[in-house]
Each structure stands twice: as structure tokens, then as C-alpha cells.
């Protein structure tokens, strides 16, 4: 659990250090936008007004005379320059402070936009640009400040060359409105992180809730409670997980009832020899008796070793093909030759059990396989069928190819296998109908280590076969190219 709560954990900061970053970066954006857009704006207001002052005839004039009525709160004034000295007219002797080189600048024709600050300290947006009068002077009245006009007093002309408007307006409104926008991110974006850090904090904790049951379930499954399964219903990555999780607890519970099933079987089968040993070891002990009977004795515990032994060798045979560590070779055979001198070895087996034994081999099928593995599947099918054939009875051996595969066939005229047992004669310990076949000797092991070897050659193994008429089994394996 402690290691979801951190995953949990660890997803939370980051997606609240992402969103926080994402909020914060959109707020600038709008901040930033907004205030371009309001002095753009503003802009374009005194750039338009300054057009408009423009068409009036003798603007300057109009200025000192006091006449001109501005807009509210609008700072309206030229500069230029008498005797050398710089200079300014403006309406109602109203002072803006203007940057020396910004003048300079609308002087010479170059306009500009700037904010400065009065020494009140209120902000003005202001706009400068080159104004020439059309009769280069405008005529100076002698009316001095803080006096009303009077219409008879002279006036005086002053030549002016070039001009400067200033036209200004205060930012106040402006500043105020971004201000509030400003507090109002300030408290919006810590207060979405917040709610949307909370909703983060919901939603990972529901998503790892089907993580938290896997884990749960997973602690719960024990070795001897492999029944159980993962309930988790959702169709997403989870869901296809659990599946997963599930198939793999399934095999794993097979794996270990085809343990329990091997180790009772095998522990079933050694025990048998192993009782019949210690009995006949037990009765010769017991008192003295003729060498008839002792010979018979070890005769017995000699046979009951041998099957013991066969056993015990089957079983490293499957232990080292589960393990994966089987000393397999593979080459390139002659499988008509070598079924040749299988089936001269075992005709002397049959004769003795009066079974013919007969042979119906295509010439020239070459495959590439282990020579030792092929020859224990062969013997191991050749050895069932004479154990289940009665005397007088026919085994045969065919080989064919069929589709790029050679196809061998045992068939016998044997006592047949029930078709309900069919399809378990291949796993391990497992004796069709121990009654019927008390009398014959068997470990339940030679059909599963050939069902192995088919396997490990890319081919497979089946059989056909009806009760009192015999089995047919057969093989393939891949011709070599």
C-alpha cells in the first residue's frame, strides 16, 4: 500500500506543479495581453486625437490665447524653440514633463509614444509628433497668466520653423483596471490550484483503487489458495492487467496441481516395488529356507529394482525437460535407415512374444533431430504396443511425408484404449483402466516423455484407437530443408 500511497503521491505534485505552472503562464499571457491591448488601445485614441488637433488653423494660437477647450482630463501642448531657448505652449499654462530628447525627436519629425510621471505622481500616456505651421508664426498675445483675455491688447508674431505636439492622457483608469485583474490571478490561480489539487487527489486515489484491490487480492493469494481470482470489471489498461494477472495465477495453480498430482503419483508408484521389496527381503529373514526360495526372492527384488530404476530414470528424464536443461543435438537423419535398425532391434521381442512385426517405410525422408530422443519416442511406442498385443497379433510401422512432414505411424491389434481416456493417455502417471492392465508393468511415463520429445521437434504426437481392435499412433516431424 505504501508503495501506491507514494505513486499516488508523486502523481499529485506533479500534476499540481504542472497545472500550477500552466495557470501561471496563461494568467501572464492574459495579464500581459490585456495590457497591450488597453495601451494599444490608448494609442491609437491620442494618435487620432492628435490628428484631429492638427486641423485646426492656428492650433498654437488657440493654446495661448486659453480659448481651447480639451477633453477630460486630456494634457494638450507644443514645444519649440524661441531664441535658442526652448519653449511650450499649452492650454491653461497645464505643465507636462516631457523627456528633452523625446522633443528632440518630434523636432525632427520622428514620432513617439512614452508615460511619464507628473509630480503629483500620476502617470500620462503621451504621444509626440512634428507639427509646422502653415504661416510659421502664430501671433503671441501680451495677456498674462491668471488674467481673462482682452481682445484689444497686441499681439506679437513669433516665427516657428517646427513645432512638437504633445498630446497626453493619465493611465489612472487603466493602471486601476490591470490592477484588479492582477489581484484578482493572484487569488484565482492559487485558489484553482487548491480545488483542482483536491479533484487530482480524488480522481488518482479512484484510479488506483482497482491497483489497491490487485494488491490486496495478490497479498491474499496464497500456494494453497490459487483458486482465487482478480475481480477488476474495467475494459482499460487495469482491466487487461488483472486478465493477465488472472491467466498467470491460473497456470501457476495448474503448474502446481500437475506438482501435487506428479509427486502422489510418483510417491504411488515407487511405493508399490518399495513394499513388495521389503516383504520378500522381510519373509526371507524371517527363518531359514531353501535356495529355491531365496533365489526366488532376489529374483523378485531384482525385477521390482529394475522397475524401480526404469522410474526413477523417467522422472530425471521429465524433471531435466521442465527445467529446460535436456542435452538435445539435433542433426540431419536418414529417418527410413534409422527406423530400419530400430525395428531390426525390437523384431527379436516380438518373435519371443510371437507378434509380427511388420514395416512400411517411404525411402529417403531426411529430417534434422535428436538421434537419441527419436530412437526413446520410437522404442516407447513400439514397447506399448507389444505390451498391450496379445500372441499372435500385428504391429506395424509406417512412414510417409505429407505437407512437408514425415509422418510415422505405430499401429498394433492391441486390447484398444476407451475413448474417454484418450484424451489424458499423454500426461503423466496417468494408466488406462488399472484393472484391465494389473498384469502389465508400467509407470504412466512413457507417452508423456514422447509427447515431449514431439514437442521439442516442432512436431506433435496423437493416437487413434477402438477397445479390442487395437491403437494407431503416430508422429510428425519437419523434413530438413
Not at 155 to 160: H, L, Q, S, V, Y
Not at 212 to 234: C, F, P, Q, Y
Not at 279 to 284: D, F, G, I, N
Not at 378 to 385: F, G, S
Amino acid at each position: 500500500m505504501s508503495f501506491i500511497h507514494s505513486i499516488k503521491f508523486k502523481i499529485t505534485l506533479w500534476y499540481l506543479a504542472i497545472l500550477g505552472i500552466l495557470l501561471v503562464m496563461l494568467g501572464c499571457g492574459i495579464y500581459f495581453t490585456l495590457s497591450q491591448i488597453i495601451y494599444r488601445n490608448l494609442d491609437a485614441s491620442l494618435k487620432a486625437r492628435a490628428k484631429h488637433l492638427l486641423e485646426f488653423k492656428d492650433i498654437i494660437s488657440i493654446l495661448e490665447e486659453g480659448t481651447f477647450e480639451e477633453e477630460a482630463g486630456e494634457y494638450v501642448a507644443f514645444f519649440f524653440y524661441q531664441d535658442n531657448k526652448l519653449r511650450d505652449v499649452s492650454s491653461k499654462g497645464q505643465r507636462i514633463p516631457v523627456n528633452k530628447y523625446l522633443i528632440e525627436q518630434g523636432l525632427s519629425g520622428k514620432s513617439s509614444f512614452s508615460t511619464m510621471e507628473t509630480h503629483r505622481g500620476e502617470k500620462l500616456r503621451m504621444y509626440i509628433r512634428q507639427y509646422i505651421p502653415e504661416n510659421n508664426c502664430f501671433k503671441q498675445s501680451n495677456r498674462r497668466p491668471g488674467r481673462p483675455y482682452r481682445p484689444e491688447s497686441q499681439a506679437k508674431c513669433i516665427e516657428i520653423k517646427s513645432s512638437a505636439l504633445v498630446v497626453a492622457r493619465p493611465t489612472k483608469d487603466m493602471d486601476e483596471t490591470l490592477q484588479r485583474l492582477l489581484q484578482i490571478l493572484i487569488v484565482a490561480i492559487p485558489l484553482t490550484v487548491i480545488l483542482s489539487g483536491g479533484g487530482g487527489v480524488f480522481l488518482a486515489r479512484r484510479a488506483f483503487k482497482p491497483v489497491e484491490h490487485i494488491t490486496d487480492t495478490a497479498k491474499e493469494i496464497g500456494e494453497s489458495d490459487l483458486a482465487r481470482r482478480i475481480n477488476v470489471t474495467t475494459k482499460d489498461e487495469l482491466g487487461r492487467l488483472a486478465l493477465i494477472l488472472n491467466q498467470m495465477i491460473e497456470r501457476l495453480e495448474k503448474a502446481f496441481e500437475r506438482q501435487k498430482q506428479f509427486t502422489s503419483d510418483a510417491s504411488h508408484e515407487l511405493r508399490a516395488p518399495l513394499a513388495i521389496i521389503q516383504a520378500e527381503s522381510t519373509l526371507a529373514l524371517q527363518k531359514e529356507r531353501n535356495l529355491e526360495t531365496y533365489k526366488r526372492s532376489l529374483e523378485i527384488i531384482a525385477q521390482e529394482t529394475d522397475h524401480m530404476s526404469s522410474i526413477i530414470n523417467q522422472l530425471l528424464t521429465l524433471a531435466r525437460a521442465d527445467s529446460g536443461k535436456d542435452h538435445i543435438i539435433f542433426e540431419k537423419i536418414d529417418l527410413t535407415e534409422f527406423l530400419k535398425d530400430i525395428c531390426l532391434d525390437v523384431e527379436i521381442l516380438c518373435q519371443e512374444k510371437r507378434i509380427a512385426l511388420k514395416s512400411d517405410l517411404l525411402d529417403n525422408v531426411w529430417v534434422k533431430a535428436d538421434k537419441k530422443s527419436i530412437r526413446r519416442l520410437v522404442l516407447n511406442l513400439l514397447d506399448n504396443a507389444m505390451k498391450y498385443t496379445s500372441a499372435y497379433g500385428t504391429i506395424k510401422v509406417n512412414l510417409k511425408t505429407e505437407k512437408n512432414m514425415a509422418v510415422l505411424s505405430v499401429i498394433d491389434t492391441g486390447i484398444g484404449i476407451p475413448l474417454k481416456d484418450i484424451p489424458f493417455i499423454f500426461e503423466r502417471f496417468y494408466r488406462v483402466d488399472k484393472a484391465r492392465s494389473r498384469d502389465i508393468v508400467g509407470s504412466g511415463l512413457g507417452l508423456a516423455i514422447c509427447k515431449h520429445i514431439a514437442d521439442i521437434h516442432s512436431g506433435f504426437i496423437a493416437v487413434e484407437s477402438q477397445l479390442d481392435k487395437g491403437s494407431k499412433f503416430y508422429f510428425t516431424l519437419p523434413l530438413a530443408v
